[in-house]
């Protein structure tokens, strides 16, 4: 990899499925949200996060049915809300554009080269799947970094697991959104969670590009 925008490279199509709104502005720019749904193979699909600026919003149509293509970068941003802190992923949209109905071919994909900046967690379902979560700390312009946790199966699972802290790593896979509940004092809520699923994994030797940024604490990264 050559610079640090290629350490977080993300390429999506899907049909919005949530108008835009605005989200917060930037010395002046402003930037919007809107959501996508990429469809799998199976019948599934994940409903995923977009954040735009309103430069690339002049003569586009992202109106709920629009069906686009987004090349960006995942992002990762603390929501602190009543003391507490939690991990907010979205997809930055570099370039955009509409594509054609008849085109339902889907692509989700994204490559990031980043540090295992907290302990794998390995584990197995009670079907005997392996599964290791893996949080990757990657690299962003002005001295920033993303946070992305990840998701590795299989054989996968295994050698995430056997990797230490600082380990620098290429992946490649796919986001993918997950519904779960969340009990919040007497009641229970309904979440959405987003990761990247991961299909290939590789240790990354190219330290300048992979490079020296300082992990955070647990605390700090915490969803």
Not at 20 to 49: C, M, Q, T, W
């Amino acid at each position: 990899m050559n610079s640090l925008s290629e350490n977080n490279s993300v390429v999506i199509t899907g049909t919005v499925v949530e108008e835009k709104v605005f989200s917060h502005e930037v010395y002046g720019e402003g930037f919007y949200l809107f959501k996508i749904s990429s469809e799998r193979l199976s019948e599934n699909a994940d409903i995923l996060p977009i954040t735009i600026s309103e430069r690339l919003l002049v003569n586009l149509d992202i109106s709920v049915g629009t069906r686009l293509l987004v090349h960006g970068q995942l992002r990762s941003y603390n929501n602190y809300t009543e003391s507490k802190s939690r991990l907010v992923l979205t997809v930055f949209a570099r370039e955009i554009r509409v594509i054609q109905e008849e085109n339902l071919h889907s692509e989700n994909e994204i490559i990031l080269c980043g540090y295992i900046c907290k302990k794998p967690i390995y584990r197995k379902t009670p079907f005997g799947r392996e599964i290791s979560d893996v949080l990757i700390a990657v690299n962003r312009a002005y001295n920033k970094s993303d946070y992305i946790p990840c998701i590795t199966w299989g054989r996968n699972a295994r050698y995430m697991a056997s990797l230490e802290v600082g380990t620098c790593v290429r992946i490649q896979g796919r986001i993918q959104s997950r519904g779960y509940q969340k009990k919040v004092g007497d009641s229970v809520e309904e979440r959405v969670a987003y990761e990247v699923s991961v299909s290939k994994i590789a240790l990354h030797t190219e330290a300048a590009n992979c490079a020296e940024t300082k992990t955070n604490t647990e605390e700090e990264t915490k969803a």
